[in-house]
């Protein structure tokens, strides 16, 4: 199974991907990491592991459109059968949301539905919630609100700030998200009418 992963930043789910596609057990392939910046440490980590990656700086382009369409473009060209978010800090067009209906997964620091958007460890702190986590889910046309697929949660300590609670968020990111593109990869995890099925059973 041909995965493209997208991102801005640092990686660090690429890194848990990478880690967890080499066994020669797991059906999921990354054929290639696209950035929308030239700065992105994750494009370092694809060059280590002998990744194939790909620069689309989106000021380079006139609108949202254009750039979504040389994204699709790019994607395409290495003919995944699925495309993952990992830190990709872009929000899509409907156009590219809908070219990649049920293979397009995306991961969020927070228990969706709460906490859509971003800064979210401060807001579960300041909400006073004695849970938090992240989700996966997989990609619709509203923000972060696309149908769940696997949640962590992460108990919220008294002395817990942004910081802390990020760090524990994303080391459970690590877990979830190689779980969620090993299931698609081995053909249990799909987008079916009415939801996510995973071997067969609504999520
Ligand atoms: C993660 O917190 C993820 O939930 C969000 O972007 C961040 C990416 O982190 N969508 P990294 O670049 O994988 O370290």
């Known amino acids: 199974c041909n995965v493209v992963v997208l991102l801005s930043g ?3 789910n690429l890194q848990a991907l990478i880690d967890s596609t080499g066994d ?13 910046r030239s700065d992105a440490y994750g494009l370092q980590r694809a060059r ?27 994607i395409d060209s290495f003919a995944p059968q ?13 156009a590219f949301v809908r070219h990649y209906h049920g293979r397009l997964l995306n991961i969020h ?30 990609v619709t046309e509203e923000l972060d609100g696309g149908p769940l697929v696997v949640q962590a949660v992460v108990p919220v300590q008294s002395q817990d700030t942004a910081a802390s609670l990020a760090q524990r968020v ?30 067969g059973n609504p999520l």
């Not at 020669?24 to 929308?36: D, K, T």
């Not at 699925?82 to 409907?94: E, H």
């Not at 620091?109 to 997989?138: I, N």
């Open 48 to 74: 280590q592991a002998g990744i194939a990656t790909q620069v689309l700086e989106h000021a380079d382009f006139a609108d949202r459109d254009a750039f979504d369409q040389a994204l699709m473009q790019a």
């Open 10 to 12: 640092t990686g660090s």
């Open 109 to 138: 620091p927070s228990l969706l539905p709460r906490h859509k958007g971003l800064h979210t460890h401060q807001r579960a702190l300041q909400a006073g919630d004695a849970e938090h986590g992240c989700t996966v889910h997989f």
């Open 24 to 36: 020669g057990e797991n059906p999921a392939r990354i054929a290639a990491v696209i950035a929308n």
């Open 170 to 199: 994303h080391t459970q990111e690590h877990h979830v998200y190689p779980l969620a593109v090993r299931w698609f990869a081995e053909g249990r995890l799909r987008l079916g009418d009415s939801g996510p099925l995973l071997d």
């Open 82 to 94: 699925l495309v993952v978010l990992a830190g990709f800090m872009r929000i899509l067009t409907p």
